[in-house]
């Protein structure tokens, strides 16, 4: 059985620029949690720091996941966040470590 994919993908807002970033983020998580493969998609804003956001994922596999990456919606949101970010977004893939193995 394969096992599935983990995502923690963090995305830093300008600081005058957290409420236009976080719409276009939002933008993702209806049209994402309706794909094939996707099992998670959460969008998280820190409360120390409302710059900084997080979408923690899981897909089905490596290749659901890959769908993601190239779907017409989040190549729509990496185009509109330009000038929105203080950095390039920082995407780790992750595999669950299970002491059951």
């Known amino acids: 059985m394969s096992q599935s994919v983990r995502v923690v993908a963090r995305v830093i807002a300008l600081p005058d620029k957290i409420e236009q970033?976080?719409?276009?983020?939002?933008?993702?998580?209806?049209?994402?949690?309706?794909?094939?493969?996707?099992i998670q998609y959460d969008l998280l804003q820190n409360t120390c720091d409302p710059t900084d956001f997080t979408f923690v994922?899981?897909?089905?596999?490596?290749?659901?996941?890959?769908?993601?990456?190239?779907?017409?919606?989040?190549?729509?949101?990496i185009n509109k966040i330009n000038g929105l970010v203080a950095q390039k977004p920082d995407i780790r893939r992750y595999e669950h470590i299970s002491c059951d193995s």
């Open 57 to 77: 994922e899981e897909w089905t596999s490596t290749a659901a996941l890959e769908t993601h990456l190239t779907s017409p919606h989040l190549q729509k949101a």
């Open 21 to 38: 970033l976080k719409a276009v983020l939002m933008e993702l998580i209806e049209p994402t949690r309706a794909e094939v493969g996707c």
